[in-house]
């Protein structure tokens, strides 16, 4: 469990509410998951040995209050443009295929990237390029979803459907 296999959305202060329940729901599956806020408000990490799809099934089967969004992490590095490029590339050579269409969309927090825009451009040229495939706004079949959390950077590469989203009170 070194590194987390879930980002969890939630309004500011309610963090420790957010952990709460994921662990709730989780707590069946992996008593040693835990959740940790960040220095960024609203959002929180979770780790656990569970995979994240295998997580996210898990918490979609369960409602929840004060979740906004959660997002299975599959792979995370140290921020820095070279780390999320190259670990996008080489999850990205699991999935896509040649004239695949795909987007890359970064959420970044903090300052260790210069711009989110930058990361989606370098890396979604990389795999448009070599793995032949096509960038897709309207309809991507695969998302590949970079969530920057200060020095710590994720990537996973998703279907429609593999990001939960609910409204929280």
Request: net charge positive.
């Amino acid at each position: 469990m070194s590194y987390p296999k879930l980002l969890v959305t939630t309004s500011k202060g309610k963090e420790n509410q957010a952990i709460v329940e994921i662990l709730d729901i989780l707590f069946e599956h992996d008593q040693k998951a835990y959740g940790i806020k960040t220095s960024f408000d609203g959002v929180v990490l979770i780790f656990t040995s569970l995979s994240p799809f295998k997580a996210l099934d898990i918490i979609r089967k369960n409602p929840t209050s004060v979740i906004f969004k959660i997002i299975p992490l599959e792979k995370c590095v140290k921020t820095s443009l070279d780390n999320i490029v190259e670990i996008g590339f080489q999850l990205a050579k699991k999935h896509i295929r040649k004239n695949d269409t795909f987007i890359v969309d970064c959420i970044r927090r903090g300052r260790f990237v210069e711009s989110s825009v930058i990361v989606e451009r370098t890396l979604g040229a990389k795999i448009a390029k070599e793995l032949e495939a096509k960038v897709s706004f309207k309809n991507p079949k695969y998302i590949v979803r970079v969530e920057i959390v200060g020095d710590i950077a994720c990537v996973s590469i998703l279907k429609r459907g593999d990001i939960i989203r609910r409204v929280g009170r």
